[in-house]
């Protein structure tokens, strides 16, 4: 099946000549002189006194039958005046209808030289009609009939023309009386008018005729190429709905023209363009599939070399881009957008990724000239290197059962939306899950989380939801537990990007399931994203066990198991690395949410968790992690838990022996004088730092030697003010002692005295 994107290519390679058996259209016109014989010059639009004028003028028009020409109004009911009694003249109607035929020879798919000869003049006054007939040749090398419908009030009188097993309806009405509409159709086609229902119709009829002797124009007939596409699309088809197949999702034919964002439509294609889109929009018709037109985009860039070194002047100027050549390709992006359905309807598709197995032929893009090109000069470490842009009109088509598949492509950003506007008319339907707009939204849920992995992008903070809980708000509400137990699987495996802000909806959705497999879908999360994302799986953890569904029992034990044995610390346990985006630094909030969680689910296991975090200080800091932790732990329900008094006691046991430190105000000018460095100007400012009488040292010299002194006075944290005296030269370094070091642990000890007292360890100072 991998062949059938050379197969259909060759067999559309075949259809060349565009066109279809009719034509139709509206154009913008100067209004003509028109003179009839008997009435006089004709007023546009068509006066009612004037369409009395006319009958009274006109013979009722026979139709033919064999040899016979024949009246009868059961037959055909209008009024005719022959070329004879009509005069047509004016310099803009010559041009109107010029326009006019260059169009209808376009529609009608004909390139040899056409003229039209003027046949009558018609009227159809109120029930006027003529019963489906076949023309016959009328004049020598006539090939086809034009109708034109002057501006004239009326309603009703459609035209309908068939040929073989089609049919079409031309409403040749102009509500703008500045336009013509006007129809053609090739004269072995049956045709008929329709009764008109209110007022007149008034229509000049031509003869299209070949001057030129031989065979005359037939409509283009594709029938043949028609059923082998049809046949090749129903079998492609058949074989992507097997469930291991390496057919591509879907078919994509570049056009030979160059078509603008704003021209690309099926009614604007042009030539073998317009024949291919026939033929192709027939077949996928038959084979059940859905024809768009859209614009394929190839990005490439890559590294180039620079040729033009033999210049003398080029020094002194820019590098031509003529002057580099292309070495390598090393990056390709091609992708669909700006979609075109065939009835002029808006489409849901965005920017659609395309593979190279899905290019009608494999080698379409092969030979294409970019439309930019853009080369970049070497810079620093990195080469000369290249951009360039191809873009090309496409047909593309697939299976219509495959339509969301397809728009799955298309990523979350086109889907999420589309799936909320399903289960929203779901909802407002009142119905059950028999309804086609639940199986629409089960269909395209099952597309969308098969494709999910990558497609999550990132909050833009580690508590923003992700396109995960807007997935997951939707399936709850379509009470699809299905599709929700295998979404939870996806987060469980780290196919998507998984936040705190997500845990609400996960919560809600597990439910909806029974205790034991929301308890394993729980220990899968975890599992699975634990090295990660370990605030987040902390926090659900404690949402699930304060939302009361699993009680003190063991359900969540496997869970909770899962969560400690991740907990950072020993290097036998070195966390993955995770997604750039989110801060991997430990929280005070997961220690709340771990022993909140634990305490309830497994009281020795709270109790190892405990044991494990004082193992490894530098990790849980006691300062920055349990400290703050316990600060609010202290105030919940499982202060008196024996992992929290642990954890209490030892942060106690930290900030008393912190505060017993004697704390004295330095009593002369003299400063640490521990430095990194030991250099000249390093060896000076230890100098200074040592002397107690000393407050200030002026450090004249260059902006080098400055700078080294600054920051080895910052490394060491000395107690320094810095200014830059900038009069004369070189600058001057002005230092300046503080008390920044006593000031820093007397506020250290005023805070350490509040949290001792917070954690109820009695007044110490």
């Not at 090393?330 to 920017?351: C, E, F, H, K, N």
């Not at 400290?627 to 954890?647: G, Y």
Request: charged letters at 20%.
């Amino acid at each position: 099946m991998s062949s059938i994107t050379s197969e259909l290519a060759a067999v559309l390679a075949t259809v060349r000549r565009p066109g279809d058996f009719f034509a139709s259209g509206a154009i913008e016109f100067l209004a003509p002189q028109l003179e009839v014989e008997g009435v006089g010059q004709i007023a546009l639009p068509l006066l009612s006194t004037q369409a009395k004028q006319l009958i009274a003028a006109a013979e009722r028009a026979p139709y033919g039958r064999g040899e016979q020409t024949l009246v009868d109004t059961a037959i055909r009911r209008t009024w005719q005046i022959g070329p004879d009694q009509v005069r047509i003249q004016g310099r803009g109607w010559a041009r109107t209808l010029s326009a006019i035929l260059a169009r209808v020879c376009d529609g009608l798919g004909v390139t040899e030289p056409v003229q039209a000869e003027f046949y009558k003049l018609l009227i159809y006054d109120e029930g006027s009609f003529f019963a489906s007939h076949r023309d016959t040749e009328k004049a020598p090398g006539m090939f086809a009939t034009l109708v034109v419908v002057l501006p004239s009030p009326s309603a009703g009188g459609e035209l309908v023309v068939r040929h073989k097993d089609r049919e079409v309806r031309l409403d040749l009405h102009c509500p703008d009386p500045s336009e013509v509409a006007f129809g053609a159709f090739y004269a072995d086609c049956v045709h008929e008018v329709l009764p008109v229902t209110s007022g007149v119709r008034l229509a000049l009829i031509y003869n299209l005729l070949r001057p030129e002797p031989g065979r005359l124009p037939e409509p283009p007939s594709y029938a043949s190429q028609q059923t082998r596409l049809a046949t090749l699309l129903q079998a492609w088809g058949a074989e992507l709905s097997r469930s291991t197949t390496d057919a591509p999702e879907k078919l994509i034919f570049p056009l030979e023209h160059a078509y603008t964002s704003a021209q690309l439509g099926f009614g604007a294609l042009k030539g073998a363009d317009a024949a291919a889109a026939a033929v192709l929009r027939a077949a996928a018709q038959a084979a059940d599939c859905d024809l768009h037109l859209a614009l394929i985009s190839v990005q490439e860039s890559g590294s180039a070399e620079y040729t033009g070194y033999g210049s003398s002047y080029r020094r002194w100027s820019e590098p031509d881009e003529d002057e580099f050549e292309e070495v390598e390709v090393l990056d390709r992006y091609i992708a669909l957008s700006t979609w075109r359905r065939p009835d002029g309807q808006p489409s849901v598709l965005g920017v659609i990724p395309v593979g190279d197995d899905e290019l009608c032929p494999p080698d379409a893009l092969e030979e294409l000239e970019p439309d930019e090109e853009h080369f970049h000069e070497a810079t620093g470490n990195e080469g000369a290197s290249f951009e360039r842009t191809y873009r090309r009109a496409t047909l593309v088509l697939w299976p219509r059962q495959r339509f969301f598949a397809v728009l799955c492509q298309a990523g979350v950003a086109v889907t999420l939306p589309y799936l909320a506007d399903l289960t929203e008319r779901w909802l407002s339907s009142d119905e059950d899950h028999t309804s086609p707009l639940w199986g629409e939204a089960h269909e395209l849920s099952g597309h969308m989380i098969s494709s999910w992995h990558g497609q999550d992008g990132y909050p833009s903070r580690e508590k923003a939801p992700t396109h995960a809980t807007q997935m997951l708000i939707l399936l709850i509400q379509l009470r699809n537990k299905s599709r929700l137990e295998a979404f939870l699987t996806t987060i469980a495996a780290g196919s998507g990007v998984y936040a705190e802000g997500d845990n609400d909806a996960i919560v809600q959705a597990l439910g909806l399931m029974s205790p034991q497999r929301a308890a394993a879908l729980t220990q899968q999360i975890i599992t699975g994203n634990a090295t990660t994302s370990l605030t987040a799986c902390g926090n659900l953890l404690a949402r699930l066990v304060a939302s009361g569904e699993h009680g003190r029992g063991g359900d969540l034990r496997g869970a909770a198991t899962a969560l400690v044995e991740a907990l950072p610390g020993d290097p036998q346990r070195a966390p993955a690395q995770g997604p750039w985006w989110q801060d991997q630094s430990l929280k005070p909030r997961l220690v709340i949410d771990l022993l909140e969680a634990l305490c309830w689910i497994d009281p020795r296991l709270a109790d190892d968790a405990a044991g494990y975090m004082l193992t490894w200080p530098q990790t849980y800091s006691l300062d920055t992690v349990l400290i703050p932790a316990m600060r609010t732990l202290v105030q919940s329900s499982i202060a008196r838990e024996p992992p929290v008094q642990r954890l209490r006691d030892a942060c106690l046991d930290h900030l008393r022996a912190r505060i017993a430190r004697p704390l004295v105000a330095p009593s002369n000018w003299s400063r640490a004088t521990v430095l990194p460095c030991q250099c000249r100007h390093c060896t000076e400012l230890s100098r200074f730092l040592a002397d107690p009488e000393q407050t200030t040292w002026a450090f004249k010299a260059v902006e080098a030697d400055r700078s080294h002194v600054e920051q080895t006075i910052q490394r060491a944290h000395c107690d320094v003010d810095i200014t830059t005296d900038r009069r004369g030269r070189p600058y001057t370094l002005v230092c300046t002692k503080n008390h920044a070091s006593y000031d820093r642990r007397a506020k250290q000890r005023r805070k350490d005295l509040e949290d001792v007292i917070h954690l109820g360890g009695g007044d110490v100072s």
